[in-house]
Nanobody, 127 residues
Framework: QVQLVESGGGLVQAGGSLRLSCAAS????????MGWFRQPPGKEREFVAA????????YYADSVKGRFTISRDNAKNTMALQMNSLKPEDTAVYYC????????????????????WGQGTQVTVSS
């Protein structure tokens, strides 16, 4: 079992920045690929970014590429999402998730590949 707790959400003006963190406990987090998903109001959950278990490979949704950066620190069992140049359409509940380390590449864009989820943190971007 892996427990995931997100933090760092809040209210920010368009063009601003936020840094989300995900703390993992339980089984060694480094055994898992990690990802961020978000669910905008009234919409389905969508992929944002993912990082391989080693941290060597990262993946981004086209909508956030160049603005968001995913990173992880396996020694601290943490993952982060640095969000810059935020837009009102980035408003959503953001979730971190963990998947078996064998899950790679495009599969990390699929929510069903993840075994563990955090409770979510709200990000609101005002125009």
């Amino acid at each position: 079992q892996v427990q995931l707790v997100e933090s760092g959400g809040g209210l920010v003006q368009a063009g601003g920045s936020l840094r989300l963190s995900c703390a993992a406990s339980g089984r060694t987090a480094s055994r898992y690929a990690m990802g961020w998903f978000r669910q905008p109001p009234g919409k389905e959950r969508e992929f944002v970014a993912a990082i391989s278990w080693s941290g060597d490979s990262t993946y981004y949704a086209d909508s956030v590429k160049g603005r968001f950066t995913i990173s992880r620190d396996n020694a601290k069992n943490t993952m982060a999402l640095q969000m810059n140049s935020l837009k009102p359409e980035d408003t959503a509940v953001y979730y971190c998730a963990a998947a078996n380390k064998a899950v790679l590449g495009l599969l990390l864009r699929l929510a069903r590949m993840y075994d563990y989820w955090g409770q979510g943190t709200q990000v609101t971007v005002s125009s």
